[in-house]
């Protein structure tokens, strides 16, 4: 079954606590991208990756960091959490022809 | 700059009623506009692209570039309607491609 897969799913954690929430996809898709989601502000992508090695930073990437090692992982790293950065996390891929993007199931995040 | 407005936070309905959820766009290349749907605690979903000209659960959009909107129709709710709704813009520029979400519309539909 195609799909995009995160954990944790759910992840309570304090201020200044590295985290650090993985995403892995099976379609063998070259764009992967992470957002997040938060009331009134829709949703607002963080960091993208084209392709292995390759990332670049969306609309909101301060604060967050990414790897693409691997074509099917690209984790989000959270050095040093800040409770702004409680919010509910979507990871989703597509391939580079474009087209439907593919949403994980998201994660909750709480920092205190 | 590339934006998708969606000036609509909250839509509410009665059940039977005709939905137009709207959205506007802005982007000087050729658009392609998605909308994705997100039901309560479920992950974001396609609803329908306008290349694709399809009508899904009842639901069709169609791209006016005069207007640069791409605003979602149905002509009669239903209450398993009620969910929120995204508005999506994907652009491509040299080797980069990124897909920019409008802030999204919460549809309810009352019984």
Known sequence: EAQVT???????TVTGKK????????????YMSWYRQDPGL????????????????????????????????FPLILESPSPNQTSLYF?????????????????????? | AQRVTQPEKLLSVFKGAPVELK???????????????????QRLQLLLRH??????????????????SFHLKKPFAQEEDSAMYYCALSTRMDSSYKL??????RLLVRP
């Open chain 2, 23 to 41: 959205c506007n766009y802005s982007y000087s290349g050729s658009p392609e506009l998605f909308w994705y749907v997100q039901y309560s605690r």
């Open chain 1, 6 to 12: 995160q954990n944790p799913r759910y992840l309570i």
């Open chain 2, 51 to 68: 290349i694709s000209r399809e009508s899904i659960k009842g639901f069709t959009a169609d791209l006016n570039k005069g207007e640069t």
């Open chain 1, 91 to 112: 990871c989703a891929s597509t391939g580079l022809a474009g087209g439907t993007q593919y949403f994980g199931p998201g994660t909750r995040l709480l920092v205190l």
């Open chain 2, 100 to 105: 920019i979400f409008g802030s999204g519309t």
């Open chain 1, 19 to 30: 985290l650090t929430v993985t995403c892995s996809q099976n379609m063998n898709h070259e």
């Open chain 1, 42 to 73: 829709g949703l607002r992508q963080i960091y993208y990756s084209m392709n292995v090695e390759v990332t670049d930073k969306g609309d909101v990437p301060e604060g967050y960091k990414v790897s693409r090692k691997e074509k099917r992982n």
